[in-house]
């Protein structure tokens, strides 16, 4: 299951990333990328619910980002860290059914995958920030496994 959901993130990222360089709107680039892949309807329910989240809080969670890490400011985040930061914090915070420490470790994998060590660090960072301060401070949330960042060794 998490391999799956790791790549209908990477087509929702894609989109994404995509529609951050302002042609097409993420949620039109997201579609030409679904009827590209084999896909079940599941998986493209949950990246256009992905998306969705993304472009209509991504003032919300661009804030979510500066209070998080604020020396990084969001303008000056390479396109990828940002469009990841964009998808985690909008998973993490908008999407019920997935723990926040999966949503966390997933991102994070993914950071790493398209951003190497230094975005992988970031993100697992400011994820497990914005969830702590979602559970108000560290108390778990949503199925009470919001502990906050995937314990990372490396760090």
């Known amino acids: 299951m998490q391999s799956r959901r ?3 993130f ?6 994404l990333f995509e529609a ?10 997201l579609e030409r990328h679904l009827a590209e892949s084999e896909g079940d309807a599941e998986a493209a329910r949950y990246a256009r619910h992905l998306v969705e989240i993304v ?3 991504r003032a919300e969670i661009d804030e979510q980002i500066a209070a998080a890490a604020p020396q990084h400011p969001v303008v000056t985040l390479a396109r990828m860290d940002r469009v990841l930061l964009r998808a985690g914090i909008g998973e993490v ?3 019920p059914a997935t723990p926040a420490r999966v949503a966390i470790a997933e ?5 790493r995958v398209y951003g190497g060590d230094p975005a ?3 993100v697992n960072g400011v ?3 914005v969830a702590r301060d979602a559970a108000g401070g560290g108390s778990a949330i949503r199925t009470g496994t919001r502990e906050g960042a995937v314990p990372d060794a490396e760090q």
């Open 6 to 8: 790791l790549v209908l």
């Open 10 to 15: 990477a087509i929702a990222l894609a989109a």
């Open 20 to 29: 951050e360089f302002g042609q097409r709107t993420a949620p039109s680039v």
């Open 55 to 57: 472009v209509a809080r």
């Open 93 to 95: 915070l908008h999407s």
């Open 107 to 111: 991102w994070v994998e993914l950071a």
């Open 120 to 122: 992988r660090r970031l």
């Open 127 to 129: 994820l497990g920030r």
